[in-house]
């Protein structure tokens, strides 16, 4: 009568443990995590401070701010915004995307919850879920350029003064 001498590197579980190492190595590689920072990749103008909006939507045809509402955001060194969406007032978290240059992030945001007249409120949702899809912003001069949607959409503010 033969026997086999089936060692644990050559037999059959060696090459099941050897296919389920490569998968779990594989799948670490394929998620990448985003790292927030406060400085930007080179020098660019500070975000700091208050900027009020003056319009939003898609670039090519962008909605102007309701008349006597003031929606704005302000920005701090410590990675916190704060401001108004026209009738409520919102708070969140900030950053610079790492190695980037024009990439920012806002996250964790909130707001009260008071109910104003229904185009106010419109407006507001509207601000409020674009702002949540910000990815990229550029400064020129006085004007403030939160992308979303892969630059399809902006909100766009002026510097504003602190009340």
């Not at 779990?24 to 500070?46: D, F, I, Y």
């Not at 507001?124 to 674009?130: A, M, R, T």
Request: hydrophobic share 35%; net charge positive.
């Amino acid at each position: 009568m033969k026997t086999s001498n089936v060692t644990a590197t050559t037999g059959p579980r060696f090459g099941v443990w050897v296919l389920i190492l490569i998968v779990l190595l594989a799948a670490g590689c394929t998620k990448t995590q985003q790292v927030l920072v406060r400085e930007p990749a080179s020098p660019t103008p500070s975000l700091e401070g208050r900027w009020d909006l003056v319009s939003y939507g898609p670039v090519s045809s962008e909605t102007k701010v309701l008349a006597d509402t003031q929606i704005f955001i302000s920005f701090t060194d410590d990675g916190k915004i704060s401001g108004s969406g026209g009738c409520n007032r919102y708070f969140g978290g900030w950053g610079y995307l790492e190695g980037t240059k024009d990439a920012i992030r806002i996250f964790r945001t909130g707001s009260t919850k008071m109910a104003c007249q229904g185009p106010v409120m419109t407006q507001e949702y509207s601000y409020l879920e674009e702002l949540s899809r910000v990815s990229s912003f550029a400064i020129e001069g006085k004007e403030l350029r939160l992308n979303y949607n892969e630059g399809r959409g902006v909100l766009r503010f002026t510097r504003g003064v602190n009340p």
